[in-house]
Every structure is written in structure tokens, then in C-alpha cells.
């Protein structure tokens, strides 16, 4: 593919794409106000971006809806739960401190963003005041100090049917996780991680 030679920048980039659509400057704020409060409440999911000596890393995480705490207007807290142990999130934070949130409600085509700096928690109280109804506490807290929040349109949501059940993907026609990671190590058994991962509810992580 042959392309003109031009200097990408940002100042091309305007030229190309115009003026901002007003609407996506009204909506960015340095705080959370309360319809945004409402959001992050109802979420039941969060994509997490951060980025580190290590690289890039974007972790889904969920829970029941308000899992992701609103301390205040400027304050999130989101527990650590129990994973893989890659802590690649973790381990970013640790290094840069940078971070980036999308909240998805289901059902709702808008979703919202929260950038700003993290910084990890082992404070005993506020990890206690974080245990699940089984009595389990997480071993750590990310804290993040709120930059900038806004809602997206349901434009990319409404473009991908993601919340449409006619669009929903058969998931037997698709390969299972223990597939996935025994064509990445032909001596993983994937077959007795599918059978593990059945009986705990697809709630045993990926190693």
C-alpha cells in the first residue's frame, strides 16, 4: 500500500478531522458529579489501562455493581482480588502511576471514563472494610486519585450489538479457554482445565 508521504502530527490530525464535537468538551470534568457517581455505582465492569516498565497492560475486572468504591468526588478504590498473580497491573502502578478507567453498565449503551494516578493500599481497615461476603479480604487496594472523567455516546456500543441477545455469540462455537492456552503450550492440559474451570463456575484463573 503506497501512501503520500506526510508527517502524521497533531496538528495534521486537526486539519483532517475538524473541530471537536462540542459536546465532548462539556462532558469532561476534573470530579465526579452525580449522574457520573450513578454510572460507576451500577457497573459491574471496568477495563483498567496502565502502563509501566513492563509494558502495557488493559485487565478487565468485575464484581457486583458498586464494586469499584466512590470514596468521593475525587476518589476511587478498587479491591484487588484474587487472579492469576501476573500482578501486571499492580506492578505497573507500582512504576508509573498512570491509569485509565472505562465503566460498562449492562444494558447501557454509554459508558464512562475516569483517567488519573494510582497508587496501591495494604491498609489492614480499608482492606477489611473490602471483605466479601465469604469473609475473604483482599490482599491490596488500588486508590485512584481522579484527573479527568467523562461519558461516551452509545455510538461504538450500538455499532457492535454488544448488548443485543440476536448478536450473541454461540459460545460452544467458539474455542474453550483451556484450548486457547494449550495452543500456546502444546504440554498444557487443556482438557482438565476446561473440566476444573466448569466445576468452580469459570472462576479458576488462566494459571
Not at 513492563?54 to 476518589?75: E, H, I, M, N, W
Not at 504440554?187 to 482438565?192: P, V, Y
Amino acid at each position: 500500500m503506497n501512501e503520500p508521504s506526510k508527517i502524521i502530527d497533531s496538528a495534521f490530525l486537526r486539519e483532517l478531522y475538524g473541530e471537536p464535537v462540542p459536546a465532548s468538551l462539556v462532558k469532561e470534568m476534573t470530579f465526579l458529579t452525580g449522574p457520573y457517581i450513578q454510572f460507576i455505582a451500577a457497573s459491574p465492569f471496568v477495563v483498567i489501562s496502565t502502563a509501566g516498565a513492563g509494558g502495557l497492560d488493559a485487565s478487565p475486572r468485575g464484581g457486583p455493581p458498586g464494586f469499584v468504591r466512590v470514596a468521593d468526588k475525587k476518589t476511587l478504590i478498587l479491591p484487588d482480588r484474587s487472579g492469576n498473580n501476573r500482578v501486571d497491573t499492580l506492578s505497573n502502578i507500582a512504576d508509573d502511576g498512570r491509569i485509565a478507567m472505562l465503566f460498562l453498565v449492562p444494558g447501557v449503551g454509554e459508558t464512562m471514563r475516569v483517567n488519573g494516578r494510582a497508587r496501591i493500599s495494604i491498609d489492614p481497615e480499608l482492606l477489611q472494610s473490602f471483605a466479601d461476603v465469604n469473609g475473604r479480604i483482599p490482599r491490596s487496594a488500588i486508590v485512584i486519585s481522579i484527573e479527568s472523567a467523562y461519558v461516551h455516546c452509545s455510538q461504538s456500543l450500538s455499532r457492535s450489538r454488544l448488548w443485543d441477545p440476536a448478536a450473541q455469540v454461540d459460545r460452544k462455537s467458539m474455542p474453550t479457554i483451556g484450548q486457547m492456552l494449550q495452543a500456546c503450550r502444546s504440554e498444557f492440559d487443556g482438557e482438565a482445565y476446561d473440566r476444573e474451570n466448569e466445576e468452580a463456575g469459570g472462576l479458576i484463573p488462566e494459571d
